[in-house]
């Protein structure tokens, strides 16, 4: 049985949309958060990086990283249905935008959320959310221009992408500009949210954030 540690409004989101797909069993561990930072020193024993998400395996081992465990088990339950086969285009092309999605978006967001984190400097915060928040825009633009006509990021199959895009967006500090500034990007997002599997898990995580374009 799988454990996965998780908390509203965080990248758990990801892989347990990803379980939720393949139809296994698993359970929902609630990490203590205190104005939305980890404070749970049970944690950390979990994950050094004391972030969520962690996912405990049926073996007893633990993987960290959103992007690793999405994949891993999309991987190991290709009943999910969510990455196209090992070799091909469509895998290399997820590789692609998985890590571009993680280093030019999530982690940029992660520094306009806790720029505290990022600066010694007590007056810095200001300009670390501006060029945070720039550099997220500049990224999701990229995906737009890349997009072709869907309804998923990769045509007709839905993949890791899609969940993992969505997320992003729903975490965007000004959502519906950045939807109504990428059309392509809104209709993946209108997709998903409409999902019968993963639909419900935008409300469990508190991700009201696509609901206007129902
Ligand atoms: N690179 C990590 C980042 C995880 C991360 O920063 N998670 C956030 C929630 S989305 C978190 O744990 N925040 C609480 C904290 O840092 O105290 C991943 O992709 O899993």
């Not at 993680?102 to 520094?111: A, G």
């Amino acid at each position: 049985m799988y454990t996965l540690f998780w908390s509203t409004r965080t990248a758990a989101f990801m892989p347990d949309a990803v379980l939720s797909l393949a139809g296994v069993a698993f359970d929902r561990h609630l990490v203590k958060r205190t104005n939305g930072r980890v404070d749970d020193t049970e944690f950390s024993k979990i994950s050094p990086m004391q972030q969520i998400p962690a996912l405990l395996m049926p073996d007893g081992s633990v993987l960290c990283e959103s992007v690793a465990i999405s994949l891993a088990v999309a991987e190991r339950h290709p009943e999910a249905g969510v990455l196209p086969p090992a070799g091909t285009q469509d895998r290399a092309l997820v590789y692609r935008w998985m890590m571009h999605m993680v280093c030019n978006i999530y982690e940029p967001d992660l520094r306009y959320s806790y720029s505290d984190r990022y600066t010694t400097d007590p007056n810095g915060q200001q300009g670390i959310k501006q060029a945070s928040a720039e550099r997220m825009d500049r990224s999701f633009d990229v995906v737009e221009a890349e997009l072709k006509d869907g309804p998923w990021f990769l045509g007709d199959t839905m993949t890791v992408l899609d969940i993992h895009l969505a997320a992003y967006a729903c975490w965007h500090f000004d959502t519906p500009s950045l939807l109504q500034r990428t059309p392509k990007i809104a209709g993946i997002c209108t997709n998903i949210r409409k999902h019968a599997v993963v639909g419900p898990l935008f409300e469990l995580y508190n991700m009201r954030d696509l609901d206007f374009l129902a």
